[in-house]
């Protein structure tokens, strides 16, 4: 409705330079501008470079959001920016840019979680989150399990990786096959290919002496080592890798596991909405089997378009609009950024 406030968001935790713009629940723009050719070469992100992109990109990225919107600067009520988790020299630049935009066009501000972005920008697509809601958030950097009581004061905390993240081990095994970075979207289309059933990996964390400590935690570096020795024997023996096979028998390792711990999740805390985020949740394994497995139980599941699913501007603007509607204090000017701010924080 045209009485909602405009809330611009930006984001700039990692490779992305997002800035999104949008009304209520009602998306208008969302530009994007992304480094990640310049890190495909080192096969992960490199800070600086990531950094430097970022004061590169974020003016052009802001000219074409409002553009794409159809609105000033002036007209904007709020801004919303990523300001944690994420990398530390990533961050600065879009906090800065904030504050500066704020300053001169005297709007509030509001330093929002990245985590809880990835789980709001799912309203743009499907309405107001119900609550609890249980959210699965799986990304490069983190898998986690949360509950969702009240989105704008705070989420619980269920599980988290405690190792290598799922995007992390998506990128690592991608590499291994001679696949390009970033790893998931190839790993996907090369899973489509093959055989799930192929080679039985590991599952971690899912042993009953695993889940009396980590029930719902996440392990994906012995699945990572035991892909690597698999594929280390098939070349010590002269025999050809299959690659699909492999692709579609990791995917399915950690896909089983990410939506098991899931809807463990919505059944112990009677939660029948689970909301799946993150970029690995573009993953198009992961969606199918958490739409069959949710059906049998009851479970309604909720994920992004894979668009909305990486990292993107329109996902701290959907935040901040959330927070705007609460009632939720602005931040001050003096806001920091946190690379290690924790799930709990959803604003600072």
């Known amino acids: 409705m045209a009485d909602e406030p405009l809330i611009l968001g930006i984001e700039t935790s990692c490779d992305e330079t997002g800035v999104g713009i949008v009304r209520g629940h009602t ?51 709020a801004i919303a920016v990523t300001a944690g988790p994420g990398l530390a020299g990533a961050l600065l630049v879009g ?7 704020a300053v001169a066009a005297e709007k509030p501000i509001y330093g929002v979680n990245h985590l809880a972005a990835h789980v709001a920008v799912d309203t743009l697509e499907h309405g107001p989150l119900p609550e609890p809601s ?27 990786t405690i190792d290598d993240a799922a995007g992390e081990a998506f990128d690592k095994i991608a590499r291994l096959l001679g696949l390009p970075f970033p790893g998931g979207p190839y790993i996907d289309r090369e899973a489509r290919v093959g055989d799930p059933a192929a080679i039985a990996f590991p599952r971690g964390l899912t042993a009953a002496k695993d889940l009396a400590r980590h029930r719902y935690d996440f392990s994906f570096s012995g ?41 463990d999740a919505c059944r112990s ?7 799946i985020g993150g970029g690995v949740a573009a993953n198009s394994r992961l969606r199918a089997m ?4 949710a059906a049998r139980h009851g479970v309604r599941v909720r994920v992004p378009r894979p668009g909305l699913c990486t990292d993107n501007g ?16 602005p931040s001050r000017l003096d806001l920091p950024a946190d690379s290690a701010m924790p799930l709990t924080t959803v604003s600072v």
């Open 27 to 77: 998306l208008l723009a969302d530009a994007l501008a992304s480094s990640v050719d310049q890190h495909a070469r080192f096969g992960g992100v490199v800070p600086e470079v990531a950094s430097r992109a970022h004061l590169e990109a974020i003016v052009p990225t802001m000219q074409r959001a409002l553009t794409e919107a159809g609105v000033t600067i002036a007209d904007i009520d």
């Open 95 to 101: 906090v800065a840019a904030a504050k500066g935009y």
């Open 134 to 160: 249980v959210a699965l958030l799986v990304s490069g950097g983190h898998s986690s399990l949360l509950l969702i009581d009240d989105l704008a004061r705070g989420v619980t905390p269920l599980g988290a």
């Open 223 to 263: 699945l990572k080592t035991a892909v690597a020795r698999w594929v280390e024997a098939r070349q010590r023996a002269g025999e050809p890798v299959p690659v699909a096979d492999v692709a579609a028998s990791f995917q399915e390792a950690v896909c089983d596991v990410l939506v098991g711990k899931a809807l």
């Open 269 to 275: 805390n009677g939660v029948e909405t689970l909301v």
């Open 290 to 293: 958490a739409e069959q497995r």
């Open 314 to 329: 329109a996902m701290v603007a959907a935040l901040g609009s959330h927070l705007v509607a609460s009632g939720v204090a």
